[in-house]
Nanobody, 115 residues
Framework: VQLVESGGDLVQPGGSLRLSCAAS????????MTWYRQVPGKDRELVAT????????NYADSVKGRFTISRDNAKQMVYLQMNSLKFEDTAVYYC?????????WGQGTQVSVSS
């Protein structure tokens, strides 16, 4: 199982970014996917999750209305569209799945929101 994130960048407050996670090595379309984020010195925080077929999504209160999680099962990709970014969205963002009773994480991608 491999999860590879991309798309992190430095962006100004109010800006937008789209993160991508390329998945391989498992039956991607059968498993839910989740984006987490982590700030140094703090616990990893769940940002958004999406069901296997994409019909169900859930968001942290802090990102509701600003972030959108989506997936393309044909391409084995999951995305996080982030709009109206705030300083407090600065973090390393990780792609995650639970497969065969094991947790898998990507290497993370840095999102920095700064003026």
């Amino acid at each position: 199982v491999q999860l590879v994130e991309s798309g992190g960048d430095l962006v100004q407050p109010g800006g937008s970014l789209r993160l991508s996670c390329a998945a391989s090595g498992f039956a991607f379309s059968s498993y839910g996917m989740t984006w987490y984020r982590q700030v140094p010195g703090k616990d990893r925080e769940l940002v958004a999750t999406i069901s296997s077929a994409g019909g169900l999504t859930n968001y942290a209160d802090s990102v509701k209305g600003r972030f959108t999680i989506s997936r393309d099962n044909a391409k084995q990709m999951v995305y996080l569209q982030m709009n109206s970014l705030k300083f407090e969205d600065t973090a390393v963002y990780y792609c995650y799945t639970l497969y065969d009773m094991r947790e898998y994480w990507g290497q993370g991608t840095q999102v920095s929101v700064s003026s």
